[in-house]
Nanobody
Framework: QVQLQESGPGLVKPSQTISLTCAVS??????????WSWIRQSPGKGLEWVGI???????YVSPSLRSRTKISWDTPKNQISLQLTSVTPEDTAVYYC?????WGQGTQVTVSS
């Protein structure tokens, strides 16, 4: 079973860019036909789909985040990355990595001045 471990900057200021990483073990992201998703949950809200990276390397993002988001992979490190630019307090959330029914424990991102 694949294991996922997210990491990120924690506390950031508005307008900054955040980069989150999902370290994958138990599967090779380049040779496994999985799709790798980022999902977030803001305080008091439900889960929000952020985007997905397919096994071919194509990536798709929620329309509401499309202009500020990029998803990529680092195959030598076997990691999935999420970059979100121009963050606002509304981006405060726990960000999760998901694949094939497996979830990471999430990484908290707080946007505050």
């Amino acid at each position: 079973q694949v294991q996922l471990q997210e990491s990120g900057p924690g506390l950031v200021k508005p307008s900054q860019t955040i980069s989150l990483t999902c370290a994958v073990s138990g599967a090779n992201i380049r040779t496994t036909y999985y799709a790798w998703s980022w999902i977030r949950q803001s305080p008091g809200k439900g889960l929000e789909w952020v985007g997905i990276l397919t096994y071919s390397g194509s990536w798709y993002v929620s329309p509401s985040l499309r202009s500020r988001t990029k998803i990529s992979w680092d195959t030598p490190k076997n990691q999935i990355s999420l970059q979100l630019t121009s963050v606002t307090p509304e981006d405060t959330a726990v960000y999760y990595c998901h694949a094939r029914g497996s979830w990471g424990q999430g990484t908290q991102v707080t946007v505050s001045s």
